[in-house]
């Protein structure tokens, strides 16, 4: 009946809701309030503040309006929790004491941090900084040096959790639901910010997620009905029957056989509900709550394995099957994986390894998640998103083709061209001048060309199967399928299959659409859409040549910083932003930490037509901005060599009408590595210095780590950041050996239910 029905999904949408928020309040559960320790402030916590902290902040004449003299130690009864947590802050980030001031040595430092998490926690607070510590923006928190000392002796571990389900993995496992799913609605997004976005203890199944899924639920519910024979029939199903049924779909959902009590939990509901509903009802409301289940929303990796003597478990069998394909793959596991895993061959370092090795040497498996690492780490993948001028630019397209989305691509390329080489990559991605110009003119450009090499072949109707590797192999595709992907090619072109009927058919369209005879306009040039697209690559009109295989060598660039589609990323819609280009190299590549604008800050740049950006960004070295502006504005004063469109310039065009020379030249200081403080050129001798430093590759490593684990790293994950480093270096500077350390770890195969202890 409906109305039963409705009642009973209802009812399971409150359950799945009350779950998550279980699972929410579990998370940041707090013990219950005890008494301050008041010995520990005397002797610790006030001699610490006496010493270096008193000097500035004994009273309210200091800038920050600080005052610490009489803050009260009773901080498990709530008192003074904000200034608590703003010392707390302070010293983590190791902005205070100020660099010019007497250091603590770091066990004092780490002793009142300690008293200071205690208290809060008693108070039945998290700190604001223990919190932050969680989101991917304050990764950096955790001391860089501490993490690659080698003193950390903790064994390593990923905390027990579920993990909900990403988009991608959505999409591809959709189908599996019934021909209901093409109906089906994305319950499952992320924030379009820039960054990594995946974050395990950041997403969770709220009221907007199930109520999509209980949509998507009752959509593919309504057609597997129709298909089912028990909901056709009156007769009631013997047992047997009923719980073939329900294994079939749910093998099917949640990707293995139900265990007996989810059977039999199963089968109760659909005999309850017969009885009032019938067993078409009955069945609908199964095949909803199949796809309800837990384990088709989050990913389950509690460690289900065995325990060890350090307290963690590793992950079963299964949890690592699905661990190791969701972390490469976007899917669920293959047969070998499972095949593993049902065999006892997924419960070691040496297997997992053995498994991540597998996938990544066979180009038959599609791995998107080792570029959407680097689209999300460099953030180039925005560019489409900053609107530009066309006017302003002298031809740079929007309308008919989006020029930032296109160069998007071309950065893609430019990463997938290092990441098949696999030999230094992250210095590679820092200072290659090889880059890629890649659209639907390059494609045609190198069709024809291919058709005018073999013309006489071609004519003849004959086409080895080598000639057809060769066009394969120019256009850079294991198969066509891969064709528009890379290409994105208009719907007249989609079906492109390098046959001999297709290649003429590109061929007569060049003819028509350059309007020329002219073999070198038709073999080197773009129609007229395309004309402004290599503006940004410096490329002057005889300097074109788009035919494939790529790539060009420019000068004055070097890597991703340079790449078009970074810079137009990291700009304003009329401007370049020099705070956005130096936070980014600042928080991504320096590893530091660029607090957030307080609210009481005026963040506007004051207009002046006849005066340079840097000029006018001279208000934020006023004494309350400079604290953190002297960090991001240098480093962003240095990539001023390239406007907001990307194109390298050494002129500057005011809104008055002047031109001015790009000012670039800058002092990095306190950088925390001594070899990159000092006075740079441009960006291109910083970037080529950044390359070549240790910390740059380790901070690198750390934000490959976050990616692929949903996580920030801590203090515990130590050794396994270490040996993934050791592992790079030794193998040559090799992405794939990165991945293999890091999956293969202890930080992937453990998990450990125990909240890790501040030491």
């Known amino acids: 009946m409906p109305g039963s029905f409705a009642f009973s999904a209802m009812a399971f949408s409150a359950v799945l809701l009350c779950f998550s928020n279980l699972l929410f309040a579990q998370a940041n559960s707090t013990p219950t309030a005890i008494v301050a320790d008041r010995k520990t402030f005397d002797e610790t916590v006030a001699p610490f503040l006496r010493k270096y902290c008193a000097s500035c902040h004994e009273d309210s004449s200091n800038e920050s309006g600080v005052v610490l003299s009489g803050i009260s130690f009773d901080l498990a009864a709530g008192v003074d929790m904000e200034l608590w947590n703003t010392v707390l802050r302070q010293l983590h980030l190791e902005e205070m004491p100020p660099s010019d001031s007497e250091q603590p040595e770091q066990h004092e430092r780490d002793a009142v941090m300690l008293w200071i ?12 900084l223990y919190s932050k510590l969680e989101s991917p923006s304050f990764g950096n928190y955790v001391n860089h040096e501490k993490l690659f000392s080698g003193e950390i002796t903790t064994e390593a571990f990923s905390p027990a959790r579920l993990w909900r389900t990403s988009p991608e993995v959505f999409e591809n496992v959709k189908s599996s639901y019934g021909p209901g799913a093409r109906d089906f609605r994305q319950p499952f997004p992320l924030e379009g910010k820039v960054g990594i976005k995946d974050y395990a203890n950041l997403l969770f199944a709220d009221s907007a997620v199930v109520s999509v899924l209980m949509s998507n639920a009752a959509c593919a519910a309504d057609e597997l009905v129709k298909h089912s024979a028990i909901a056709a029939s009156d007769a009631s199903p013997t047992d047997d029957m009923l719980a073939s049924a329900i294994s079939e779909h749910f093998s099917k959902v949640v990707y293995r056989e139900p265990r007996a009590e989810e059977i039999s939990s199963y089968s109760k509901l659909f005999r309850k509900t017969a009885r009032e509903g019938g067993n078409a009802e009955a069945m609908r409301l199964v095949f909803m709550a199949v796809m309800l289940h837990h384990e088709s929303v989050y990913r389950v990796e509690i460690g289900l394995g065995e325990a060890d003597a350090h307290g963690r478990r590793m992950l079963s069998g299964t949890e690592m099957a699905f661990a190791v394909a969701f972390a490469l793959t976007d899917r669920r596991p293959d047969t070998q994986l499972l095949q593993a895993a049902s065999a006892r061959r997924l419960n070691s370092s040496a297997d997992v390894r053995q498994q991540v090795e597998r996938i990544l040497q066979d180009d038959a498996i599609d791995k998107p998640r080792i570029l959407r690492f680097f689209q999300e780490f460099f953030g180039y993948s925005q560019a489409h998103k900053v609107f530009k001028d066309e006017d302003r630019s002298g031809g740079f397209s929007y309308y008919g083709e989006n020029y930032p989305a296109m160069y998007e691509r071309d950065a893609d390329f430019f990463v997938m061209n290092i990441l098949e080489k696999d030999r230094d990559v992250f210095r590679q991605l820092l200072t290659s001048n090889e880059y890629f110009i890649i659209n639907r003119a390059t494609f045609r450009n190198t069709v024809y060309d291919f058709y005018k090499k073999h013309q006489q072949q071609l004519d003849a109707g004959e086409y080895p199967e080598a000639m057809q590797k060769e066009l394969l192999e120019r256009l850079n595709l294991r198969g066509w399928h891969e064709l528009n992907a890379k290409y994105n090619l208009h719907n007249f072109n989609k079906g492109f299959d390098g046959s001999v009927a297709a290649i003429k058919q590109i061929v007569k369209e060049q003819y028509s659409w350059m309007d020329t005879t002219d073999e070198h306009v038709l073999r080197h040039r773009m129609q007229a859409l395309y004309a402004k697209y290599p503006m940004v690559y410096d490329l002057r009109d005889d300097e074109q040549d788009f035919l494939l295989p ?10 991703m910083l340079t790449h078009p589609a970074w810079l137009i990323a990291h700009s304003l819609n009329d401007s370049t932003d020099p705070i956005r280009r130096g936070k ?13 604008i307080p609210i009481t800050v005026d963040a506007s740049i004051p207009e002046d037509p006849a005066k340079t950006l840097r000029e006018r960004l001279r208000k934020t070295e006023q004494s309350e901005c400079w604290r953190c502006h002297r960090k991001m504005n240098p480093v962003g004063y240095t990539f001023e060599i390239y406007d907001d469109f990307g194109r390298y310039r050494s002129e500057e065009s005011l809104s008055n009408g002047d031109i001015r020379p790009v000012h670039a030249r800058s002092e990095v200081i306190d950088t925390g590595e001594r ?11 910083l970037i080529h210095r950044l390359a070549e430093s240790d910390k740059v590759r380790q901070v690198m490593i750390r934000h490959v780590f976050r990616y692929f684990f949903g996580r920030n790293e801590t203090l515990a994950d130590s050794k396994t950041l270490i040996a993934a480093d050791r592992a790079y270096l030794e193998s040559g500077g090799s992405f794939k050996a990165l991945l293999i350390s890091l999956l293969s770890s202890d930080s992937f195969i453990y998990r450990k239910t125990l909240e890790p202890k501040l030491k």
């Open 584 to 596: 980014w190299v600042w928080e991504r590549l320096l590893g530091g930490v660029i607090p957030d």
């Open 675 to 685: 070899a990159l403080d000092g006075e740079f050129k441009d960006a291109l001798e």
């Open 550 to 559: 790529q790539p060009y060598k420019r000068p004055n660039r070097a890597g």
């Open 117 to 128: 998490n205690v208290e809060l926690k008693k108070s039945g607070n998290v700190a604001d």
